[in-house]
């Protein structure tokens, strides 16, 4: 990196490589698939950012963006020589509404793949789609779904969203490297999660406390941020099931992998690299939803229920933090 | 912060920087996708490719090793891929002493692949930068019939990415006085305290960054903006130079992927 022997305490965003896909490691379908997919999304955001802000729309994004890229310099140490820093997506989400986060969440990843090799060209959509797209759909569907609660529900589940949100943008990553056949499933899936279940809690704890702090400085901020979205429900259901998706699929694919892998190719999805030695599992033709089945809604919803009491709690904490005037002396 | 430390453009007056900023990353993206769809092991035709990344570089005058040396930053994101080597079917070459894991040959060659795969069109990636200025990529982009909304919001993203980076690094060395760190005891407070603080760095910054916004779009107005930037500028015609180098670029991807199957 060019500036980092100037900048010494200024780590970049390279500190969190397993995140920005290079190019090479996606095969060509699922590299296209992806952009698809980003794609749609994008003409969507754009459109529907265009109508709620109208002309102030591009110098807003644009400026937003270049925020989001600066704020992922903000690193704070958290032991051992690691550090944590923000993703930003949803932050973004929260505070600007989800279409303008989405906008701004791409705007950021592509101009750090094109402009400083930070993620390749032909998965850029894969990356934009991972940490851009489903991180703003998992914030701010969360965040909908308690706009009416206490500021400490609220609090927490923005914390409980921006940390399941990294969780989000791993799990899509390790699966999309699996079925580029770029990595094992039984290593890739639990490596993913494992590392990003710590990065996400620093990602919990900025975002938690940058909102606070927009919400005691610029209250309206926020207020407008939230019901200026169109379609409510919409975001509410989505948030809720990427949310269930990654609650469920996380503990069965690293509980259950071959079931995963049953599946991938019954769809045909596997890469060619690693589909052909699985030809020689005389149980391929049986079908998948035996006792797995029943065992993986149960571990999901061990899995909710968990990420419930924690939430509470937390909210339970902050009640008590936040009665305490905070002072902040910039 | 000055702009040359962030951008990776090296100005230059070659005839790689002169080429029709359109071919150049039409012509990238080929490159990256014939990368891509090159079968394990087809090493003549990553050899092939590596020279005339070479080529390239020596006729833009960037040097030798310069894109080489960049494309390093893939390294890392190889732990990703370091797996593939002991899961995938094949001859075994080496049994670890722990457990079960065998060191295929498949594996390893499926991991080589990838490696240079992810090298070659980073490589390619960082020539595009380097030989191609911001504007006449933004303007690139659009005569490659990317939406005019996407391109004004990326050139406004760029123009105040220095001015926040700048900010940023204010407020970086503004904590860094404040937590004054002694030899023998760290500066700071609690992890809790240090993500606190890092987090209404965040929100100030926000807010600076949102007001920011506002001036920035009341000034435009105050100067007659209409909701459109800039004037649409008339996409160039291709010279005969840039059809040839276009003609050169397709024998090659061509030649890549005929030496890399047969």
Same mark, same amino acid.
């Given at each position: 990196?060019?500036?980092?022997?100037?900048?010494?305490?200024?780590?970049?965003?390279?500190?969190?490589?397993? #995140?920005?896909?290079?190019?090479?490691?996606?095969?060509?379908?699922?590299?296209?698939?992806?952009?698809?997919?980003?794609?749609?999304?994008?003409?969507?955001?754009?459109?529907?950012?265009?109508?709620?802000?109208?002309?102030?729309?591009?110098?807003? $994004?644009?400026?937003?963006?270049? !925020?989001?890229?600066?704020?992922?310099?903000? %690193?704070?140490?958290?032991?051992?020589?690691?550090?944590?820093?923000?993703?930003?997506?949803?932050?973004?989400?929260?505070?600007?509404?989800?279409?303008?986060?989405?906008?701004?969440?791409?705007?950021?990843?592509?101009?750090?793949?094109?402009?400083?090799?930070?993620?390749?060209?032909?998965?850029?959509?894969?990356?934009?789609?991972?940490?851009?797209?489903?991180?703003?759909?998992?914030?701010?569907?969360?965040?909908?779904?308690?706009?009416?609660?206490?500021?400490?529900?609220?609090?927490?589940?923005?914390?409980?969203?921006?940390?399941?949100?990294?969780?989000?943008?791993?799990?899509?990553?390790?699966?999309?490297?699996?079925?580029?056949?770029?990595?094992?499933?039984?290593?890739?899936?639990?490596? #993913?999660?494992?590392?990003?279940? /710590?990065?996400?809690?620093?990602?919990?704890?900025?975002?938690?406390?940058?909102?606070?702090?927009?919400?005691?400085?610029?209250?309206?901020?926020?207020?407008?941020?939230?019901?200026?979205?169109?379609?409510?429900?919409?975001?509410?259901?989505?948030?809720?099931?990427?949310?269930?998706?990654?609650?469920?699929?996380?503990?069965?694919?690293?509980?259950?992998?071959?079931?995963?892998?049953?599946? +991938?190719?019954?769809?045909?999805?596997?890469?060619?690299?690693?589909?052909?030695?699985?030809?020689?599992?005389? @149980?391929?033709? =049986?079908?998948?939803?035996?006792?797995?089945?029943?065992?993986?809604?149960?571990?999901?919803?061990?899995?909710?229920?968990?990420?419930?009491?924690?939430?509470?709690?937390?909210?339970?904490?902050?009640?008590?933090?936040?009665?305490?005037?905070?002072?902040?002396?910039? | 912060?000055?702009?040359?430390?962030? @951008?990776?453009?090296?100005?230059?007056?070659?005839?790689?920087?002169?080429? @029709?900023?359109?071919?150049?990353?039409?012509?990238?993206?080929?490159?990256?996708?014939? %990368?891509?769809?090159?079968?394990?092991?087809?090493?003549?035709?990553?050899? =092939?490719?590596?020279?005339?990344?070479?080529?390239?570089?020596?006729?833009?005058?960037?040097?030798?090793?310069?894109?080489?040396?960049?494309?390093?930053?893939?390294?890392? /994101?190889?732990?990703?891929?370091?797996?593939?080597?002991?899961? *995938?079917?094949?001859?075994?070459?080496?049994? =670890?002493?722990?457990?079960?894991?065998?060191?295929?040959?498949?594996?390893?060659?499926?991991?080589?692949?990838?490696?240079?795969?992810?090298?070659?069109?980073?490589?390619?990636?960082?020539?595009?930068?380097?030989?191609?200025?911001?504007?006449?990529? $933004?303007?690139?982009?659009?005569?490659?019939?990317?939406?005019?909304?996407?391109?004004?919001?990326?050139?406004? $993203?760029?123009?105040?990415?220095?001015?926040?980076?700048?900010?940023?690094?204010?407020?970086?060395?503004?904590?860094?006085?404040? *937590?004054?760190?002694?030899?023998?005891?760290?500066?700071?407070?609690?992890? #809790?305290?240090?993500?606190?603080?890092?987090?209404?760095?965040?929100?100030?910054?926000? !807010?600076?960054?949102?007001?920011?916004?506002?001036?920035?779009?009341? +000034?435009?107005?105050?100067?007659?903006?209409?909701?459109?930037?800039?004037?649409?500028?008339?996409?160039?015609?291709?010279?005969?130079?840039?059809?040839?180098?276009?003609?050169?670029?397709?024998?090659?991807?061509?030649?890549?992927?005929?030496?890399?199957?047969?």
């Amino acid at each position: 990196m060019l500036i980092l022997p100037i900048l010494p305490n200024v780590p970049l965003w390279v500190d969190n490589p397993s #995140m920005h896909l290079p190019d090479g490691f996606l095969s060509l379908p699922i590299s296209l698939f992806c952009w698809l997919v980003t794609i749609a999304l994008l003409i969507v955001a754009i459109q529907r950012t265009k109508i709620e802000l109208g002309e102030r729309q591009v110098p807003l $994004m644009g400026i937003m963006a270049a !925020l989001i890229f600066a704020a992922q310099m903000i %690193n704070f140490p958290v032991a051992g020589g690691t550090s944590g820093h923000l993703l930003g997506g949803v932050l973004a989400s929260v505070v600007l509404g989800p279409w303008a986060g989405m906008v701004v969440m791409a705007t950021v990843i592509g101009v750090q793949g094109l402009l400083f090799q930070d993620g390749g060209l032909l998965v850029m959509g894969a990356n934009i789609l991972n940490m851009g797209l489903l991180s703003s759909l998992v914030g701010y569907g969360l965040y909908r779904t308690v706009l009416g609660q206490s500021r400490a529900v609220q609090i927490a589940v923005i914390g409980g969203a921006a940390w399941l949100s990294v969780m989000t943008g791993a799990l899509a990553t390790a699966l999309q490297l699996w079925l580029s056949g770029t990595s094992p499933l039984t290593i890739v899936i639990p490596a #993913m999660l494992g590392i990003h279940a /710590f990065i996400g809690i620093g990602e919990a704890f900025i975002t938690v406390a940058a909102i606070t702090f927009i919400r005691q400085t610029r209250p309206d901020l926020l207020e407008t941020g939230a019901t200026t979205a169109q379609g409510g429900r919409g975001w509410m259901v989505g948030g809720l099931a990427v949310t269930a998706l990654v609650l469920i699929l996380s503990p069965w694919a690293s509980a259950d992998p071959d079931g995963l892998e049953r599946v +991938a190719e019954d769809w045909h999805f596997l890469a060619r690299g690693i589909s052909a030695p699985y030809q020689i599992f005389p @149980d391929y033709t =049986l079908p998948f939803l035996g006792e797995t089945a029943f065992s993986t809604v149960m571990a999901g919803t061990v899995g909710a229920i968990v990420v419930a009491i924690v939430v509470m709690l937390m909210a339970r904490l902050l009640q008590k933090l936040t009665k305490a005037p905070t002072v902040f002396n910039p | 912060m000055h702009p040359t430390l962030l @951008d990776r453009y090296q100005l230059k007056n070659s005839s790689i920087h002169r080429l @029709d900023p359109r071919l150049k990353v039409v012509v990238t993206i080929f490159f990256i996708i014939s %990368n891509v769809s090159l079968p394990d092991g087809a090493w003549g035709a990553f050899l =092939l490719a590596w020279g005339v990344i070479l080529s390239v570089s020596f006729m833009a005058l960037l040097g030798i090793s310069y894109t080489a040396k960049r494309a390093m930053i893939v390294l890392p /994101f190889t732990l990703t891929a370091v797996t593939i080597i002991f899961t *995938m079917p094949g001859n075994s070459l080496l049994t =670890l002493p722990f457990g079960s894991y065998e060191l295929t040959d498949a594996g390893l060659m499926r991991f080589v692949s990838i490696i240079i795969r992810s090298w070659l069109s980073l490589q390619m990636a960082i020539l595009l930068t380097a030989t191609t200025s911001f504007v006449d990529l $933004m303007h690139a982009l659009r005569c490659l019939y990317v939406p005019q909304t996407i391109i004004e919001i990326v050139s406004f $993203m760029y123009r105040y990415l220095f001015v926040l980076t700048d900010e940023t690094t204010r407020l970086l060395r503004a904590r860094e006085s404040r *937590m004054a760190a002694l030899p023998d005891r760290k500066g700071g407070g609690s992890l #809790m305290w240090r993500a606190r603080v890092a987090g209404h760095m965040v929100g100030q910054l926000f !807010l600076r960054s949102y007001e920011r916004a506002d001036r920035v779009y009341n +000034a435009m107005l105050a100067r007659g903006y209409n909701s459109q930037l800039s004037h649409p500028v008339a996409c160039p015609f291709m010279r005969s130079q840039d059809w040839t180098s276009g003609a050169v670029a397709v024998a090659i991807l061509f030649l890549l992927q005929i030496v890399g199957r047969f």
